[in-house]
């Protein structure tokens, strides 16, 4: 029998203000998806366009409308599997200008691997005008991995990675500009890449576009063996900015001594004025963990948030600083998980009790007792709904959890109509109780909304929405109307 842990509030030691969650009934089957395929293992995701985006195992895709039905218009039938005979793997994915990327490395058997780069169409198909036929790869002598993607306004991007030797574990990180159609741009650094030679070991892990440069994220080790994270303010042209820390570098340690291990490789990502890292540590059989750190990119060694993390968490920063950290499939040690775990931290780093359960929802799928499960990847919407996805009985499954208020609103006060429904460019508001609107909002499904108007309320231009199904919330003489309503 399934078991389905819904911790609720109780009356001993637990705050009244706690916001429970629970499943939600407009997802899937009463809120979860338990697929019989075996196609994916999401590390990584997105939601654009009321649909959710899978990228995982070697270079695998999924796109699910926001319902949980699979989109049969993307890939085939759902899914995306890139294959063109060599062995290759993804360690990151990025959606943008209606193109898919994935990114990552690609090896002919016996042979040292090359950085790769692939680029779908918005169905999911290889796009034949990127590239070699969707795939452009960089070899700069040795072994090549891309682990992140930043774009610039004309569609062109640069990428960071890492190269190593095949047989050592010399690190070197680089920096590479392609052109919007796959193709190196050799004007940057006269050869399309530069490479950031250190005397210790440093790993590419992040890129994103700062003030009037690009800040890159790497990994590299201490004198004291202890894992520290660099970042390092560059301007266009790969030149070192000093406007940024100690001459444009700045080192935070994440003060743990040993073997810094992790996937993705090193996953780290920039949020807002912070960055992001989680990795996997050991001295030994006997002494190891899993860690995260975030940090204020700003100030160095300022240790923004530190939540407690498993090997295969996946974490969100919200908008006010709170975390959402998910897992549940690996444990440091030799053990089974049996449960999705969804943990909500405050942004010193303790649990955030006015979450589900104490600071916890659990949620199990699992029907035989030794099988492994857990949550790979997670999204927040702006209303406070949570997607999770991940693997159990060697199965892709998915649920979203709600807060119980979205379950419990009440818009029973409906004064007005709309007309046409559905309509493709104008939607008129009709108000025979000649109520004074102050305000209306149009959202999505997903409840992020999209528009608010404070004035002229009887028409209502919606041309530039993409086709789909939207609320209107009208605020009019104290009282909140909700109406559905649907763009052709």
Known sequence: MKRHILLILGLLGISANAQQYILDPTFGNAGTISLVNNEISPSWGTFENNKYYLFGNDIRFARYNYDGTLDSTFGAAGFKIVN???????????????????IGESEVPGQMANALIIRLTADGQMDATFGNNGVAKLDIGLRETFSDIVFNADDSFYTIGTKTSQNTNN?????????????????FNSTGYKIFPYSTNRKGSAIRAFENGFLLGCWTTNANASGVVMLLKIDSAGNLMPDYGNSGEMAMSVNIFGSIIATNPYLMYFSENTVVTQFYWGTGANSQGSSAKVFN??????????????????????????????????????????????????????????????????????????????????????????????????????????????????????HFTVHPNPASEILHLNNPDNLTVEKLQISDISGKIIETKSDDFSAIDISKLQSGIYFLTIDADGKSSRLKFIKS
């Open 171 to 187: 690190w070197e990180m680089f920096v590479a500009r392609f052109h919007a159609d796959g193709s190196l741009d050799t004007s």
């Open 297 to 414: 990119i700003n100030a160095p060694n300022n240790l923004v948030n530190s939540p407690a993390v498993r090997r295969d968490s996946y974490s969100t920063v919200l908008s006010d600083g709170k975390m959402i950290v998910t897992g549940g499939m690996q444990c440091p040690y030799s053990c089974y998980s049996q449960e999705y775990l969804v943990k909500r931290y405050n942004a010193d780093g303790t649990l955030d009790a006015s979450f589900s359960n104490n600071g916890s929802f659990t949620y199990s799928f699992l029907t035989n007792p030794d099988d492994t499960e857990g949550a790979l990847f997670t999204f927040v919407h702006e209303d406070g709904r949570v997607f999770i996805a991940g693997r159990a009985n060697n199965k892709l499954c998915m649920l979203r959890i709600q807060p119980t208020t979205l379950a419990t609103e009440n818009f029973t006060q409906q």
């Open 84 to 102: 063109f005979g060599e062995w290759s793997k993804m360690t990151n994915a990025k959606l943008h200008n209606g193109k898919i990327y994935g």
